[in-house]
């Protein structure tokens, strides 16, 4: 029996939602820091995220290293946070948590992420790259069993794999399978996805939601139009919008009201693709194939007060040379795209 989420989240992940992949708040000493942990769950929760994604590459990893011993503690403190943030405002904030592993891993996690109250686990096929289809949807099944599957195609330079058009369409038609984070970075591979979806026969069920951080505007913007139907992204499940989070929900929402005028002001939004991929592309160190990717989306919580510094639980894992450079520049360039005032304004109450 699949575990199948519930009429409400799923009506919500339809709709679509601004997702940010939760950072890491340490501190000096390459500890949890509780306080700027929460206050960053905060923080995501009071700029309009309609869901927050824990234990995904944002997080770091390595937080399931025995050495480390943080994915549990982590993600509870994530979960207890959104909770809190809901009983307060009266808004319901999906909990999606990270999948990884093999299956006996992947099961592991899974039971977990449903004990402490996430109602879908973000599933990364990464540490399979040999398997085969059969095995891969397999695999799948066995992890819907004990949570809600949320799809996630990880781009190979993270450590992602291919993923083909068959696996994706086999893979909607697991009746737990409620949406997909597609993020190949690749044109060709996300329209596999959208194939596989269209093909599967429950398109009407699976929420589509862009990874893409160099495709944001084009992809939420975009219709395709398939003998089967016409599809498009609900929302986007992002590590770059883990930073600006505000602006972010801002951009979904007037996409969202542009597609329901019939692409009234489609020009005047596609406008910020450009900028918000430069910006991109300067955060996630493209130049050296996104080694400095999570320090530099740490370097912009940093110089806001959300955390004390950009250390990652790797010592050597930090900005490419050059990297900070590119970070001044964009941030000189694109204040638009910014959330500096609004972070300014509640930090010392998120904090508390």
Excluded at 33 to 49: F, I, S, V, W
Excluded at 174 to 199: C, H, M, S
């Amino acid at each position: 029996m699949y575990s199948k989420l519930d009429p409400e989240a799923a009506a919500i992940l339809k709709q679509g939602v601004a997702i940010p992949a939760h950072p890491l708040a340490l501190n000096a000493q390459r500890k949890l820091d509780e306080r700027r942990q929460m206050a960053l769950t905060r923080y995501y929760c009071e700029a309009g995220a309609g869901g927050i994604a824990a234990g995904v590459h944002t997080t770091q990893f390595a937080i399931r290293d025995p050495r480390f011993g943080l994915f549990e503690p982590v993600l509870r403190l994530i979960a207890t946070s959104i909770a809190e943030c809901e009983r307060s405002s009266g808004k319901r904030i999906l909990k999606i948590a990270g999948i990884c592993g093999r299956t006996k891993q992947a099961l592991k996690e899974a039971a977990f992420a449903r004990e402490a109250g996430f109602e879908l686990g973000l599933l990364s096929l990464a540490a399979m790259p040999d398997a085969g289809g059969p095995e891969l949807i397999a695999h799948c099944r066995a992890v819907c069993e004990e949570i809600p599957l949320f799809g996630f195609y990880l781009q190979p330079a993270v450590g992602g794999r291919a993923l083909s058009y068959n696996f994706w369409r086999e893979f909607c038609q697991i009746e737990g399978v409620a949406a997909i984070k597609v993020a190949p970075f690749n044109r060709y591979q996300t329209l596999d996805v959208i194939r596989g979806v269209a093909e599967s026969g429950r398109a009407s069920e699976v929420a589509l939601y862009t990874g893409n951080d160099d495709n944001i505007v084009p992809d939420l913007l975009a219709d395709f139009r398939l003998k089967e139907g016409t599809l498009h992204f609900a929302g986007g499940l992002l590590g770059q919008w883990a930073v600006w989070t505000k602006r972010a929900a801002e951009l979904l929402q007037a996409i969202q009201v542009c597609r329901y005028e019939g692409g009234r002001g489609a020009l005047d939004i596609l406008e910020r693709s450009a900028s918000l991929t430069d910006a991109n592309a300067a955060l996630f160190d493209v130049r050296n194939r996104f080694a400095g990717c999570i320090a530099g989306l740490h370097e912009i919580l940093q110089r806001q007060g959300l955390l004390a510094g950009r250390w990652c639980l790797d010592p050597d894992e930090d900005l490419s040379p050059g990297q900070l450079e590119e970070i001044d520049r964009v941030c000189a360039s694109y204040p638009e795209l910014q959330d500096d005032s609004f972070v300014k304004s509640n930090l010392d109450r998120w904090l508390s």
